[in-house]
């Protein structure tokens, strides 16, 4: 099993819809959690960072951490055309220096 | 924020020859630096860390003499894809922690060199 799994999708919206982007871990003993969001060629940018349980909420974005069924979702509202990217979930293992990477959610905003 | 400047962002060489790729950390002194990989439509892959001042630690199935690595500064770390191939061609990204010493604090990521090897 992998350390996180996440649905490559593609996953195609309207403009103004909520999306919902999710990713599980097999370790629970991780702690903390980071959602990426990537661009077409461009390096991947930190979006949220999330700590144990419960929910975080940073403008339209929205990251959520179930701890109990080691879950993790990122929600975006009135999802815009420039939300348009592929999403990483991403958990730093224990002790080390690397973060494991989900697959990535390749998001697409139509207006 | 921690900002992570990597150059050149596109390099196309010819099979055989080498390519350079740096890493720098702008505002902020990055002991460690770490070289990804993607290919695309896949997720990153961890190629190596690289540590000021010593030798980088190299992922299982990394050739270490392919990827050469050099971390000479604070600020600082190269990539070289040495006698790079068409199968070498991919999108190379490299990253530090904004806060040293912090394994759990975000990594910040450059925006990427496409290398293409013809």
């Known amino acids: 099993q992998k350390e996180v799994e996440q649905d490559p999708g593609p996953l195609s919206v309207p403009e103004g819809a909520i999306v919902s982007l999710n990713c599980t871990y097999s370790?629970?003993?991780?702690?903390?959690f980071m959602w990426y969001r990537q661009y077409s060629r461009k390096g991947p940018e930190l979006l949220m960072y999330t700590y144990s349980s419960g929910n975080k909420e940073d403008g339209r974005f929205t990251a959520q951490v179930d701890k109990s069924s080691k879950y993790i979702s990122l929600f975006i509202r009135d999802s815009q055309p420039s939300d348009s990217a592929t999403y990483l979930c991403a958990i730093p293992l224990t002790g080390a220096n690397n973060l494991f990477f989900g697959t990535g959610t390749r998001l697409t905003v139509i207006p | 924020g921690a900002v992570v400047s990597q150059h050149p962002s596109w390099v196309i060489c010819k099979s055989g020859t080498s390519v350079k790729i740096e890493c720098r950390s702008l505002d902020f002194q990055a002991t460690t630096m770490f070289w990804y990989r993607q290919f695309p439509k896949q997720s990153l892959m961890l190629m190596a860390t690289s540590n000021e001042g010593s030798k980088a630690t190299y992922e299982q199935g990394v050739e270490k003499d392919k990827f050469l690595i050099n971390h000479a500064s604070l600020t600082l770390s190269t990539l070289t894809v040495t006698s790079a191939h068409p199968e070498d061609s991919s999108f190379y990204i490299c990253?530090?922690?904004?806060?040293?010493?912090?394994?759990?604090?975000?990594?910040?990521f450059g925006n990427g060199t496409r290398l293409t090897v013809t």
């Open positions: 370790n629970s003993a991780f702690q903390y």
């Open positions: 990253s530090a922690r904004g806060s040293p010493g912090q394994n759990n604090s975000p990594l910040h």
